[in-house]
T-cell receptor, first 113, second 110 residues
Framework: DVKVTQSSRYLVKRTGEKVFLECVQD?????MFWYRQDPGLGLRLIYF???????EKGDIPEGYSVSREKKERFSLILESASTNQTSMYLCASRVVGGSYEQYFGPGTRLTVT | RKEVEQDPGPFNVPEGATVAFNCTYSNSASQSFFWYRQDCRKEPKLLMSVYSSGNEDGRFTAQLNRASQYISLLIRDSKLSDSATYLC???????????FGSGTRLSIRP
């Protein structure tokens, strides 16, 4: 059974802080994704990673960076958190050559005050 | 035009009713399609895949209309537990990018 875990379910940070969101998957999946989900806007892709040390910008990368040093771990970094980054952040992973099914982590609800 | 578009709802139907909603997509080259279900405050989970004309799984039927570029999800004999948001998903073929619709909210009332 695929398991995707995220470091925190709830997080409260102050404006200007550097924020790290961690995601770990245990199924040796090559692809990993970071989304944010906001009411009325659905899931929007921030960044994705094809494989270790490979990354590509999604639709809304501004204000974010990512790191993928190991296959199982994909980190999302908010360099200087702002209130408009308050959102639900979802990590997902997917095997290459498979059914395109993505497996999601439970999400991190981030509030920036 | 959005790449993947869904009616946001909410659809509010009585238990036992049949409900259907559509999802339109813009990329005519898309070959595979998915419906995910997302419960309140939970992560999305795969409900059904659609690779050809359609797929059926118990009370759920997904159909694909390539000519008009939409997929539909039909739920028969709806249960209270079907209340959720249903996300339409269209991968970009050959790429890792996956496009999510913004979701259709369904609420089943007793």
């Amino acid at each position: 059974d695929v398991k995707v875990t995220q470091s925190s379910r709830y997080l409260v940070k102050r404006t200007g802080e550097k924020v790290f969101l961690e995601c770990v998957q245990d199924m040796d999946h090559e692809n990993m994704f970071w989304y944010r989900q906001d009411p009325g806007l659905g899931l929007r892709l921030i960044y994705f990673s094809y494989d270790v040390k490979m990354k590509e910008k999604g639709d809304i990368p501004e204000g974010y960076s990512v790191s993928r040093e190991k296959k199982e771990r994909f980190s999302l970094i908010l360099e200087s958190a702002s209130t408009n980054q308050t959102s639900m952040y979802l990590c997902a992973s997917r095997v290459v050559g498979g059914s395109y099914e993505q497996y999601f982590g439970p999400g991190t609800r981030l509030t920036v005050t | 035009r959005k790449e993947v578009e869904q009616d946001p709802g909410p659809f509010n139907v009585p238990e036992g009713a049949t409900v259907a909603f559509n999802c339109t997509y813009s990329n005519s080259a898309s070959q595979s399609f998915f419906w995910y279900r997302q419960d309140c405050r939970k992560e999305p989970k795969l409900l059904m895949s659609v690779y050809s004309s359609g797929n059926e799984d118990g009370r759920f039927t997904a159909q694909l209309n390539r000519a008009s570029q939409y997929i539909s999800l039909l739920i028969r004999d709806s249960k209270l537990s079907d209340s959720a948001t249903y996300l339409c998903v269209v991968p970009e073929e050959g790429a890792s990018k996956i496009i999510f619709g913004s979701g259709t909210r369904l609420s089943i009332r007793p």
